[in-house]
């Protein structure tokens, strides 16, 4: 069983469109979260969520919209798509433990926009 | 402004070699450091670290990380093909589950 899942994989798409990502973790996991990671590889949060509750909202233009349905489920919605949005969406999520959250990573869903 | 900065960007050895990767950060309100492997597609975790100078060892990899000159550094013993990632150093700011990651080096064990 997958842990942390991303659907779609690949999305290709024209300039304006708009497009989502879906993203489920079956590890009872309180938090979830959404990272972006562009060209040169730097990994950077933009969303996160605990048990449904927005907590962090990064400097992310509000054509990014996530929703989260239930704690065990995280979506992300992107309007009106520009070229630079070309990345790779991971979706993670986190038990609080001792010391730190130990994030658990999904596949990444690669965006191109074309 | 919090970063983390990872060196080298890249490192090419061969099969056996043993490598060390430096993780060095400047981040408010530090929590934790972590260590991931990136292959193809998802960041695996390896390595949390919150204290000075406990090593945390797995097999041919180990960490340790120094609060007061504020870096760390992965070990890689012995490295084999299967070695080759991109290995990402994050650290934790708060208690937020906030993960700010450096660049990531990228090592390539040649057979």
């Known amino acids: 069983d997958t842990a942390v899942s991303q659907t779609p994989k690949y999305l290709v798409t024209q300039m304006g469109n708009d497009k989502s990502i879906k993203c489920e973790q079956n590890?009872?996991?309180?938090?979830m979260y959404w990272y972006k990671q562009d060209s040169k590889k730097f990994l950077k949060i933009m969303f996160s969520?605990?048990?449904?509750?927005?907590?962090i909202n990064e400097t992310v233009p509000n054509r990014f919209s996530p929703k989260s349905p239930d704690k065990a489920h995280l979506n992300l919605h992107i309007n009106s798509l520009e070229l630079g949005d070309s990345a790779v969406y991971f979706c993670?999520?986190?038990?609080?433990?001792?010391?730190?959250?130990?994030?658990?990573f999904g596949a990444g869903s690669r965006l191109t926009v074309l | 402004e919090d970063k983390v900065v990872q060196s080298p960007l890249s490192l090419v050895v061969h099969e056996g070699d043993t490598v060390t990767l430096n993780c060095s950060y400047e981040?408010?309100?530090?929590?934790?450091l972590l260590w991931y492997k990136q292959e193809k597609k998802a960041p695996t975790f390896l390595f949390m670290l919150?204290?000075?100078?406990i090593e945390k060892k797995s097999g041919r990899l180990s960490s340790i990380l120094d609060k007061k000159e504020l870096f760390s550094i992965l070990n890689i013993t012995a490295t084999q093909t299967g070695d080759s990632a991109i290995y990402l150093c994050?650290?934790?700011?708060?208690?937020?589950?906030?993960?700010?990651f450096g660049q990531g080096t990228t090592l390539q064990v040649k057979p």
């Open positions: 969520y605990n048990n449904k509750e927005l907590i």
């Open positions: 919150t204290s000075s100078g």
């Open positions: 590890l009872g996991h309180d938090t």
């Open positions: 993670a999520s986190s038990q609080e433990g001792t010391g730190a959250n130990v994030l658990t």
């Open positions: 981040v408010t309100n530090f929590r934790s």
């Open positions: 994050a650290v934790e700011r708060g208690n937020t589950g906030k993960l700010i």
